[in-house]
């Protein structure tokens, strides 16, 4: 039997009359699931947010407003960089490739020379920048040192200037810095002819000064070839090269300027231009190359049992440094920095 025309159409408008019904029904079961997504405890949510890497954690950042509060919180920014130190990872940044950077204010000062460190305030969650200016006579004649002037500070992220600030310690930086435990620290000559070698201290809290005598038989020759760097929770300054072996001289007390010393050497050290880069947690000094060639080697030398071991690094892809080959310059235009305790911190600047 063949139905008419019409029924078939009544049949239709029914069919989709009962979807609409249907779909206005499970309208609130929705909302009420998105409701009880948002009921899910704070303790749970940073649980799982602390799972994730920093760069999803940017993404999370931009694509919901629902969690910029909870990411944001200092509890979860503080404990992302602790669970980030328990497995700090080799950066490496090579001199010719683009770096991500943050434009400071200009610096007004008529002296050529510019020195900055970066420090951070672990009490009040404070990242600063020191800045000191020194005259030209310093660039115009290489073995003269000059005091530096003009000490500023700039607080990131607080839409501050520079500000002026006193030095108690007249002195010449002559090595990078290194921040442990909220002081950047940093080596110099100090003296009425600028002829004592000491290490500085610059409290990134209270905006303080300090120096600290260096101990042994380090020339003020060699002060732009030390390195210093973060000894399990001490300033250490690394001095040395091939042949001779490296001494590595640890900070054991500021206030009574006691230090401890290391000697570092193996045969695998000549003919070899390494830099002492960090210390692992079994008491292996870290060594790397200043400039970048293949292969690239990380070599970790053990002070008790006075071995050696290498780890080849893949991966690091430098166009300039193909070039620099195709067309005959030396290789070591590259320079390479090498950061055997880099961390993740979500903590925005």
Same mark, same amino acid.
């Given at each position: ?28 079961? +929705? ?34 407003? !629902? ?12 404990? *992302? !960089? ?10 490496? +940044? ?21 020195? #900055? ?11 600063? &920048? !020191? ?22 500070? !700039? ?13 108690? %310690? ?12 909220? %002081?950047?620290?940093?080596?110099? #000559? ?13 409290? &990134? ?12 038989? &380090?020339?003020?020759?060699?002060? *732009? #070839? ?65 400039? *970048? ?6 070599? =970790? =030398?053990? &002070? ?46």
């Amino acid at each position: 039997m063949i139905r008419p025309k019409q029924d078939c159409i009544r049949e239709k408008k029914k069919m989709k009359m009962k979807k609409k019904v249907e779909r206005s029904t499970q309208t609130p079961k +929705t909302s009420g699931e998105l409701k009880d997504a948002g009921s899910i405890p704070q303790e749970l949510k940073m649980e799982i947010l602390l799972r994730l890497p920093a760069k999803s954690l940017v993404r999370v950042v931009s694509a919901s407003k !629902l969690f910029v509060p909870i990411i944001r919180r200092r509890d979860l920014i503080n404990s *992302f !960089l602790t669970q980030s130190l328990t497995r700090p990872r080799f950066l490496f +940044t090579l001199s010719n490739r683009n770096r991500q950077v943050i434009t400071l204010p200009k610096i007004k000062s008529r002296r050529k020379g510019i020195t #900055c460190f970066f420090g951070y305030d672990p009490i009040n969650h404070q990242y600063k &920048v !020191l800045c000191m200016t020194q005259l030209s006579a310093y660039y115009l004649h290489h073995n003269k040192h000059v005091a530096a002037g003009e000490h500023q500070v !700039l607080t990131l992220g607080a839409r501050e200037k520079w500000r002026m600030i006193e030095c108690s %310690v007249p002195h010449c930086p002559g090595t990078d810095g290194e921040c442990v435990n909220g %002081v950047v620290y940093y080596g110099a #000559c100090t003296g009425k002819d600028m002829n004592e070698l000491v290490l500085v201290s610059f409290d &990134v809290r209270s905006e303080e000064f300090g120096s600290i005598r260096f101990l042994g038989d &380090v020339e003020k020759s060699r002060l *732009f #070839c030390l390195t210093l760097i973060n000894y399990q929770g001490k300033v250490a300054i690394a001095d040395g090269g091939s042949f001779v072996g490296y001494d590595l001289w640890i900070l054991e007390d500021a206030k009574k300027h006691e230090w401890s010393k290391i000697h570092a050497w193996h045969k695998y050290f000549d003919h070899k231009n390494l830099f002492v880069i960090g210390i692992t947690c079994s008491h292996e000094i870290i060594f790397a190359p200043m400039y *970048f060639d293949r292969p690239f080697y990380v070599t =970790y =030398y053990n &002070v008790k049992g006075n071995s050696i071991r290498s780890v080849e690094i893949e991966g690091i892809e430098d166009r300039g440094y193909r070039r620099n080959r195709d067309i005959g310059f030396p290789i070591d235009l590259c320079r390479i920095w090498t950061f055997s305790d880099h961390a993740e911190n979500i903590m925005p600047l």
